[in-house]
């Protein structure tokens, strides 16, 4: 209760950082709390900047990544603090005209082209390595509904001529490596069909159904390390070859199927000890079903260490639609180094939302050398998270299946979706997730400023972000989106307002 009711003053804080030692462990927890203190209090609406689109900070804080309106050109800035100086006393004077510069908090490191004519940046699609050296990019051409049968190519899937995977080191801009697919379909919105971990890089390829591993090695190489697909060890086709078979190959099913069939064959069969209802629940339970099996193909995919993939199987439909709730899909760990699928889920089980509610957080593994990107806030490390998911949960009793299944759309988890900024704490403020969130996606613009309010003292607001104009006046008529990105411990943001025809509104809120 003392730690509840501890002073909110900042210069009292830092005397008690002087006097008080944290508990073990619990030194960042500590010094994130002087952030109830230190907010972003002063915005600076509708600041000229150049015509681009705004991705996002490293989780280290060193650039903000943007890009063209063409989506040809990649540009990287510098966070900078807003300096000037004054005769009289700095609080009493109004900002000078050049704080409303863009280039006033962010210095320009370069600008490269990353596209050709017929390509496009997805400006989606950004992942940093650890370390923070290198960054990973995305281009292609435009997608093709119409595109015709190739052999090993899932039908229902679009075709996309060339996608291009560009390996950038942040420092200055050079392109180190690309990695080229053509004819193919990869997910590249919100970076969903790649998944970065530590060095390792897995993209998922949906029109030909394989998994391609990927090392980015110190020199800044792109290099394919495993390809899980049609064959899952390395000398599979070796050993078809060399008994004949290749040329039947087409009759086979993809090694990653037949991994999926057999262990949902041996789980059918175990579940009946009685020998005489054995071959009866087979028929009920696995051969009747059986084409459905067959039909599944891989959605998406994440590393939960260096040796396991977390796969997540669906229909075709769920695949390449936006929504993917109602859809029936299985949840896979795959094992690497074996190739055998270690267990399967499916997204409307009991037993995997419990692993979800309690260990959210091994579902996705931060950067170890983040100090920043360790404590985002989820219901596995943060009652308040737990306390919002549990509230939830009761509202939806009467269909408990659907929230599960509502809850499970959100896996595999998408790489880097969160941002770490310590003002998505659960534990230090309360905000309107409808409104704004730590998770990396746009929202519907909304005419009140968006309250942060402290936890600790539940009636008090910290601080207001209000995208769009001062003055608010807008076509209501209008569609307005606006997205957030957070430096990730400076008290530093951007809003940016984006409506049909109109130009794109950026604002800048500090702490003055």
Not at 56 to 61: C, E, H, I, L, M
Not at 427 to 443: C, G, M, N, P, Q
Not at 476 to 487: C, P
Request: net charge neutral; glycine share 4%; proline share 4%.
């Amino acid at each position: 209760m003392v730690g509840f009711f501890r002073s909110g003053n900042l210069a009292t804080r830092v005397f008690d950082r002087q006097f008080l030692s944290p508990r073990p462990g619990a030194t960042v927890n500590t010094v994130r709390q002087f952030y109830e203190n230190l907010v972003p209090s002063y915005t600076i609406y509708d600041v000229e900047c150049p015509d681009y689109s705004f991705r996002k900070f490293t989780d280290d804080g060193k650039y903000l990544v943007a890009f063209s309106r063409n989506h040809q050109d990649l540009i990287v800035y510098r966070p900078i603090w807003l300096t000037f100086s004054c005769h009289e006393e700095c609080d009493s004077h109004d900002l000078p005209d050049q704080a409303r510069r863009f280039d006033s908090f962010f210095k320009q490191l370069y600008s490269i082209s990353l596209a050709s004519s017929n390509e496009y940046i997805c400006k989606d699609f950004f992942l940093y390595m650890e370390g923070h050296k290198y960054g990973l990019f995305a281009t292609s051409t435009a997608q093709s509904n119409d595109s015709s049968a190739t052999e090993g190519a899932i039908h229902g899937v679009p075709s996309i001529e060339k996608i291009t995977f560009y390996l950038v080191r942040l420092e200055d801009g050079a392109i180190l490596d690309e990695k080229a697919f053509c004819n193919d379909f990869i997910n590249l919105a919100h970076s969903i069909g790649a998944y970065l971990y530590e060095d390792l890089v897995c993209i998922v390829s949906l029109r030909y159904q394989t998994i391609h591993v990927l090392q980015i090695r110190d020199s800044g190489n792109l290099v394919e390390v495993r390809r899980i697909g049609a064959f899952c060890q390395e000398d599979d086709e070796l050993y078809l070859h060399s008994h004949g078979q290749a040329a039947q190959g087409s009759s086979f099913l993809p090694g990653i199927k037949q991994r999926l069939l057999s262990f949902i064959f041996r789980k059918t069969w175990n579940e009946e000890p009685d020998q005489t209802l054995r071959v009866q629940h087979l028929k009920k339970k696995f051969y009747f079903h059986f084409q459905d099996y067959v039909d599944l193909i891989i959605w998406k995919v994440q590393f939960l260490d260096r040796h396991h993939l977390f796969i997540k199987f669906g229909s075709v439909d769920g695949g390449v639609s936006r929504s993917t709730e109602q859809n029936l899909a299985f949840f896979a760990v795959y094992n690497m180094e074996t190739t055998e699928i270690v267990s399967l889920y499916q997204n409307s089980s009991e037993e995997l939302y419990s692993l979800f509610e309690h260990f959210y957080d091994h579902f996705h593994a931060n950067p170890q050398n983040s100090s920043h990107g360790n404590f985002i806030s989820s219901h596995s490390n943060s009652v308040h998270a737990l306390d919002q998911l549990r509230t939830i949960k009761n509202k939806a009793s009467s269909s408990p299946q659907q929230f599960v299944k509502k809850m499970m759309a959100s896996l595999p988890y998408t790489c880097q979706s969160q941002s770490p900024s310590p003002y998505f704490d659960l534990t230090l403020f309360r905000y309107d997730e409808k409104l704004i969130s730590a998770i990396d996606r746009h929202r519907n613009c909304t005419e009140h400023p968006i309250k942060f309010i402290s936890v600790r003292q539940p009636n008090v607001v910290k601080f207001k972000i209000k995208p769009g104009s001062d003055s608010g006046a807008s076509d209501s008529r209008a569609k307005r989106i606006s997205s957030f990105l957070f430096h990730p411990f400076f008290p530093l943001a951007l809003s940016i307002q984006q409506t049909y025809m109109q130009p794109t509104v950026v604002n800048v809120h500090f702490r003055r």
